[in-house]
C-alpha cells in the first residue's frame, strides 16, 4: 500500500495492452490498494495499473468523492458525445479538448471476483473511457486530430529536454 510513481509518455508499457486478471491473490489485492493510494494523491481522478508499470487489467478512480477500482473492465458508452477537457498523469502539463461519450458503464470484477458495474455521466463517462483505453495500450492523445496530437507531442519532449 504506497503511492507509486507514474510512468510517463515514452515508456512502452503505456503502450502495451494489459494482460486479463486471473489470479484474484495477494499480490492483486496489493495492485488495488497500490492503485488507490496513488489515485488519491491531489489532482488526480483516475489511474491505470500500466501507468504504475504493471500490466494487469485494473484501473481506479477518485472523482466527487467516489473512490473505486474494478478489474478486467469492459466497456460500453451512450450514443451522445461531447467535447471536454482531458488531460493524463502520464502526459503531465497536457491538456486538450476530446470527445467522448457522454454516458459510460464498465462491468467487471472485485478483489472476491464478483461481478461488478459502474456507471457515470459527464466526468465519471470520461474517467471510465480514459482507463479503460490506457488497459488497451492507448493515450487520451490518440483520439485527436493528427495536427494537435502533433503539437502536444512537441510540447512534451521540448519540457523532457
Do not use: K
Not at 13 to 18: D, I, Q
Not at 115 to 139: F, K
Amino acid at each position: 500500500m504506497t503511492v507509486q510513481p507514474i510512468r510517463l509518455l515514452g515508456d512502452p508499457v503505456l503502450r502495451t495492452a494489459t494482460d486479463p486478471v486471473t489470479d484474484y491473490g495477494p499480490s492483486l489485492t496489493r495492485l488495488v490498494d497500490d492503485l488507490l493510494d496513488t489515485v488519491q494523491e491531489p489532482g488526480r481522478a483516475g489511474l491505470a495499473a500500466n501507468q504504475i508499470g504493471v500490466g494487469r487489467a485494473v484501473f481506479a478512480w477518485n472523482l466527487d468523492g467516489r473512490l473505486g477500482y474494478v478489474i478486467n473492465p469492459v466497456l460500453t458508452v451512450g450514443e451522445d458525445e461531447e467535447d471536454g477537457p482531458e488531460g493524463c498523469l502520464s502526459i503531465p502539463g497536457v491538456t486538450a479538448l476530446r470527445r467522448r461519450a457522454t454516458r459510460a458503464t464498465v462491468t467487471g470484477t472485485d478483489l472476491n471476483g464478483d461481478p461488478i458495474t459502474v456507471t457515470g455521466d459527464g466526468e465519471m463517462a470520461r474517467v471510465l473511457q480514459h482507463e479503460t483505453g490506457h488497459l488497451r495500450g492507448e493515450l487520451f492523445i490518440d483520439g485527436l486530430d493528427r495536427q494537435e496530437r502533433a503539437q502536444i507531442l512537441r510540447r512534451f519532449r521540448d519540457r523532457a529536454s
